[in-house]
T-cell receptor, first 113, second 113 residues
């Protein structure tokens, strides 16, 4: 089955700087890679996703890049703000997506004022 | 607003007791999922269902059971056979074709008395 590894486990950046979180996956058949943001006591919220036929996708301050050859994808957050502080999870699908997502272990992003 | 409702938010289980977690969605999604989240861990798939009256085991199904009698509802029972049930449980739903985003509820935190 799919295995997703995520780094770093904790990331502290100054407000206004950029943050990058990286994930690798094992199953070359995986074709969908969402990123979720989870605040304390809440469920994960989808913030951006990318499919295997696309190399990069942007949405305002957030971007995701995908390297299918190397089997890794990254989340980029620019101009970080205090409200970006949360736990971020990457995920990948195998088996058609409706079989569920395989998640990384999460990155606790801390924005220092 | 469409969404997923999980109840209760907090649940306590006595030794040897079965407890049932509720998950209801009004997004008209065919696929539903249950995940378990432990501190510092990613989400792990317990069970999933792609259509009414059908469900499949995920990666950690032992000690859990589900039913899918209605499209809107996918309750999870944590049985006495689950020896370490203390965790945060998350329910999600999606369109059951490959590469679709999953929408999560706000979870139920289960603790042992």
């Amino acid at each position: 089955g799919e295995n997703v590894e995520q780094h770093p486990s904790t990331l502290s950046v100054q407000e206004g700087d950029s943050a990058v979180i990286k994930c690798t996956y094992s199953d070359s058949a995986s074709n969908y890679f969402p990123w979720y943001k989870q605040e304390l006591g809440k469920g994960p919220q989808l913030i951006i996703d990318i499919r295997s036929n696309v190399g990069e996708k942007k949405d305002q301050r957030i971007a995701v890049t995908l390297n299918k050859t190397a089997k890794h994808f990254s989340l980029h957050i620019t101009e970080t703000q205090p409200e970006d502080s949360a736990v971020y999870f990457c995920a990948g699908t195998s088996g058609g997506g409706a079989d569920g997502l395989t998640f990384g272990k999460g990155t606790h992003l801390i924005i220092q004022p | 607003d469409g969404g997923i409702t999980q109840s209760p938010k907090y649940l306590f289980r006595k030794e040897g007791q079965n407890v049932t977690l509720s998950c209801e969605q009004n997004l008209n999604h065919d696929a539903m999922y249950w995940y378990r989240q432990d501190p510092g861990q990613g989400l792990r798939l317990i069970y999933y269902s792609q259509i009414v009256n059908d469900f499949q085991k995920g990666d950690i199904a032992e000690g859990y059971s589900v039913s899918r009698e209605k499209k809107e509802s996918f309750p999870l029972t944590v049985t006495s056979a689950q020896k370490n049930p203390t965790a945060f449980y998350l329910c999600a739903s999606s369109i059951p074709t490959g590469g679709q985003p999953q929408h999560f509820g706000d979870g139920t935190r289960l603790s042992i008395l």
